[in-house]
């Protein structure tokens, strides 16, 4: 399977959320390939940030990508909500449902784009039975919750055994990393075998100004 290219997904949650609709167009025209949706319920994880009306609300801002991440539980009684709200991909953790591959369906036969999340703790294995159905696969690399932490090192071996997983079959999947990823932190992702770098803080670093370099430099074009 041909490699695809690098994409870059801006987290909102670093934006100024007094100004999401504005930051949400300025990161397009930046270049942003996907808007990332970090949805938290306080209970999951141990933040609250945003809902489907807030999704319903950005939509008409950007035609580009949006990508969700749910970190709610239980996630099943949202997707319909998620995916009527303008989703495109809706991604979720297997640690937040009973049933991933029904979920998964249920994400699918709303016409969406499917990922599943994995926490730095569950193994690559967690996506063995659902590879054939997912279109996203999302490492992440710092504990889900917050922008602004520290990148684990650990997941640059999962990243390199969930490459091999998806070379070995003929759908392209996007491979997503997420948490802690910067200018220094991008290239060891992307040579691991990510191509798609979710990135808060380093997109947001430094104002509006700064959102076109700060894209570039993280997609590797200096
Ligand atoms: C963490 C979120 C991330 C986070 C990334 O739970 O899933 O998307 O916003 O933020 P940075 O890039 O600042 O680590
Ligand atoms: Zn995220």
């Not at 910067?182 to 997109?203: K, L, Q, R, Y």
């Amino acid at each position: 399977m041909k490699r695809q290219r690098v994409r870059i997904a801006p987290s909102i949650l670093s934006s100024d959320f007094a100004q999401l609709g504005e930051e949400v167009k300025r990161i397009d025209a930046a270049g942003a390939d996907f808007i990332h949706v970090d949805v938290m319920d306080g209970h999951f994880v141990p933040n609250i940030t945003i809902g489907p009306g807030v999704v319903k609300a950005l939509r008409p801002h950007t035609k580009k990508t949006f990508d969700v991440h749910l970190m709610i539980a239980p996630v099943d009684p949202f997707i319909q909500d998620f995916a009527d709200s303008g989703a495109d991909i809706i991604s979720v953790h297997p640690e937040s449902g009973p049933h991933l591959h029904r979920t998964i369906q249920e994400i699918k036969r709303m016409g969406k784009k499917a990922g599943v999340v994995l926490n730095p703790a569950t193994p690559p294995s967690a996506v063995d039975h659902v590879l054939g159905d997912v279109d996203l696969i999302l490492v992440m690399s710092v504990n889900p919750g917050f922008g602004g932490q520290k990148f684990i090192k650990s997941q640059l071996d999962k990243l390199r055994i969930l490459r091999a997983k998806i070379d070995s079959i003929e759908r392209p999947i996007d491979l997503e990393v997420d948490g802690g990823i910067n200018f220094e932190t991008a290239p060891e992702a992307i040579a691991a075998g990510a191509d798609v770098m979710v990135a808060g803080t380093a997109t947001f670093t430094g104002g509006p100004s700064q959102y076109a370099a700060n894209i570039r430099k993280l997609r590797g074009d200096a």
